[in-house]
Nanobody, 122 residues
Framework: QVQLVESGGGLVQAGDSLRLSCAAS????????MGWFRQAPGREREFAAR???????YYADSVKGRFTISRDNAKNMVYLQMNSLKPEDTAVYYC????????????????WGQGTQVTVSS
């Protein structure tokens, strides 16, 4: 079993930066692939970024070049550094973990956090 707890959300202005954190627990989470998803009001949850247990990273086109996902296995943490934020980045951001190699598909992830709200004002 893996537990995930997100933090770091808030209200910022367009162009600002924010770093989200995901605290992970469970014996084997270090072998899991990790992802960040987001869900805006009235929209489906969508992929933002993911990092494999090997630390290879992948990004949605909408965030590529602005967001950076990283992990610190020693601290049991996964991060999402978000720069040059835009109003369209406003969403609830979720951390997720997959026991097997994952891609961008929600159903491939086995564990989810409760989410943290990010609001970007124009």
């Amino acid at each position: 079993q893996v537990q995930l707890v997100e933090s770091g959300g808030g209200l910022v202005q367009a162009g600002d930066s924010l770093r989200l954190s995901c605290a992970a627990s469970g014996r084997t989470w270090r072998n899991f692939d990790m992802g960040w998803f987001r869900q805006a009001p009235g929209r489906e949850r969508e992929f933002a970024a993911r990092i494999r247990w090997t630390s290879s990273t992948y990004y949605a086109d909408s965030v590529k070049g602005r967001f950076t996902i990283s992990r610190d296995n020693a601290k049991n943490m996964v991060y999402l550094q978000m720069n040059s934020l835009k109003p369209e980045d406003t969403a609830v951001y979720y951390c997720a973990a997959g026991r097997y190699p994952v891609t961008d598909r929600l159903y491939e992830y086995d564990y989810w956090g409760q989410g943290t709200q990010v609001t970007v004002s124009s």
